[in-house]
């Protein structure tokens, strides 16, 4: 049995301890100096430790509050190019989502972009295209992915060989049916081969938009436009089509149009574009259902403006038809839901989770805000970096 003297002995040794478990769970950044936080802020942003010259100006920076500044920095490195950005972008690119395939335009044109602070919109509608002028890289082709594959089994250094230069004057096809990343040849070879050209409008909505279809489901959308291929009785129960396929098909099939002229030629290893002319995968297993929707140009409408996917935040001021890829890159682009993906990607990628509290989720609010200003990715990462750089 503990005697009172000693019980008031013990509690207060528990209260000790306690209290030195809570320090040591105290924010890091209560705690470190600046340069701790400057080595921190570097290592999440470039993805490496900074150089000695370089960790003392940024924590001199980080000393007279300029932040800012310091997280400058950081992008500069270039292995926020080279690995950071890299990586970002790479499950972009591809159907497995994974970081694991080589370089390619598609991940070297959004690298250029966000390090020439290019208006991120243009991601999803211009005629725009990286390539390197590295010594002994071979030029690009619009039938392979060569020049690429050179940069990176040679480790290239992007953030100074990449050069701006545009779809239309290397892949042949007009600058009106260039469309951003969208018809880059890495993307079409990913998602214009074979099939029926949905999972173009499937990866685009789940990369810019950050939705999958099962996000979208919504029907009580009119099913006017869902193509022939769709069965209306799955398995021969129409009830499968009504409850689920209508809720994806009736938002997706109008908007995924604006794709009716692109194909991937796997024999080729080319993008085609036929101007005026519908793709035959467009028009394939009709006899599904004789009296679905019969694709006769690329004119789109995008139906989610009403309903419940009007929380995507299309823009009022721009029409919701249009022709083409590139109307429709630029009707996701101006919309609420790509600016806020667009932060929350990067939110994830410098700071190792997802926003998970009210405080977190007013800095996604504010550096929403502040890159609907510019769009300017680069300092989306700066900004992450600076919030998270303590935790």
């Not at 003392?56 to 292995?79: E, F, H, L, R, V």
Request: aromatic residues 8%; charged residues 20%.
């Amino acid at each position: 049995m503990i005697k009172p003297g000693r019980k008031d002995a013990a509690a207060r040794a528990a209260a000790m301890l306690a209290s030195a478990l809570l320090v040591l769970q105290a924010p890091l950044a209560a705690l470190a100096g600046p340069r701790e936080q400057a080595k921190r802020l570097h290592d999440r942003i470039a993805g490496v430790p900074p150089s000695d010259s370089v960790l003392t100006a940024m924590a001199a920076k980080i000393q007279s509050g300029d932040t800012a500044g310091a997280a400058a920095m950081a992008t500069d490195n270039p292995n926020f190019y080279n690995v950071t950005l890299k990586n970002f972008v790479a499950p972009w690119t591809n159907r497995a989502m994974t970081v694991f395939v080589p370089l390619n335009d598609y991940t070297a044109t959004v690298i250029g972009m966000i390090r020439d602070d290019v208006d991120f919109r243009q991601v999803l509608t211009g005629d725009i295209l990286y390539t390197s002028n590295a010594s002994g890289a071979p030029g690009y082709s619009p039938a392979n992915n060569d020049h690429y594959q050179y940069l990176d089994d040679n480790n290239v250094d992007l953030k100074s060989t990449l050069v701006q230069t545009t779809q239309s004057s290397l892949l042949g096809i007009p600058p009106e049916a260039t469309a951003g990343v969208i018809t880059t040849r890495s993307a079409a070879e990913a998602f214009f081969i074979a099939g029926t050209n949905r999972a173009m409008f499937r990866f685009t909505l789940i990369n810019y938009m950050c939705r999958d279809m099962n996000q979208v489901l919504d029907i009580t959308r009119a099913p006017d436009r869902i193509r022939q291929d769709v069965s209306r009785s799955p398995g021969g129960d129409s009830r499968v089509f009504l409850n689920n396929c209508i809720g994806c098909h009736s938002g997706m099939d109008p908007m995924a149009q604006a794709f009716a002229y692109y194909n991937f030629n796997a024999t080729t290893g080319r993008l085609e574009y036929t101007a005026g002319t519908v793709q035959p995968k467009y028009l394939i297993n009709s006899d599904n259902f004789k009296a679905g929707y019969v694709t006769t140009s690329d004119a789109w409408e995008n139906r989610w403006r009403a309903g419940q996917n009007s929380l995507m935040g299309f823009d009022a001021a721009m029409p919701a038809t249009g022709n083409g890829a590139k109307s429709l890159g630029a009707e996701f682009a101006n919309s609420d839901a790509f600016a806020e993906c667009q932060v929350e990607k990067v939110f994830k990628a410098v700071c190792l989770r997802d926003p998970s509290n009210d405080a977190d989720r007013a800095e996604v609010a504010t550096m929403t805000a502040s890159f609907k200003s510019d769009y300017k990715m680069k300092k989306v990462f700066a900004d992450a970096g600076v919030y998270c750089m303590g935790q």
